[in-house]
C-alpha cells in the first residue's frame, strides 16, 4: 500500500479519536481549556518524536513563518471544534469540520496558483453536498 495512504489513514483515525474524546473533555471541563490542554499535550508529543527522530533541525525564515501560521490556523480550529461539539452534535462539527480539504483546494487555487481540475470542482461539490444530506 501507498505510504500516502497509510499515513491518511492514520491520520483519519487519529482525528477521530481526537473529536471523540475531545467532545467528552469539552462536556467535562471548559471546551476552551480542554482544547489548550490537547495541543499543549500535543506540542509535547510532538517535541519528543522529533528529538527522537530523524528529523532535522535546521530551519528558515519562510518555514518558521508559515509553520507559526499553520500553528495560529490549528489553534482557531481545535477552539472551534471543541467549543463546536459542547454546543452541537458531534457528528455535525466533525462532518463540516472533516471539509478542510474544501477550504485547502480553494486556498491552494487562490493563494498558491494551483490548477482547479474538473475532477477537483466535482469532489469539492460531493462534499458540500454532503454536508448538506448530514445536516437534514
Known sequence: ????ILFGLGTMIAWG???IFG?????AIDPKTAAFISYATAAV???????VSDASLA??????MFAAVAGVAAAIGVVSTFVGVSVGS??????IGGMYFVAAALIATVAFGEPLSAKKLAAIGLAI???VVVNQ
Not at 467532545?23 to 462536556?27: H, I, P
Not at 508529543?45 to 528529538?51: A, D, I, K, Q, S
Open 90 to 95: 458531534v457528528t455535525v462539527v466533525s462532518t
Open 17 to 19: 479519536f481526537w473529536i
Open 45 to 51: 508529543v510532538t517535541g519528543v518524536y522529533v528529538l
Open 59 to 64: 530551519v528558515t525564515n519562510r518555514g518558521v
Open 1 to 4: 500500500m501507498n505510504s500516502g
Open 129 to 131: 453536498a454532503a454536508i
Open 23 to 27: 467532545d467528552v473533555a469539552s462536556n
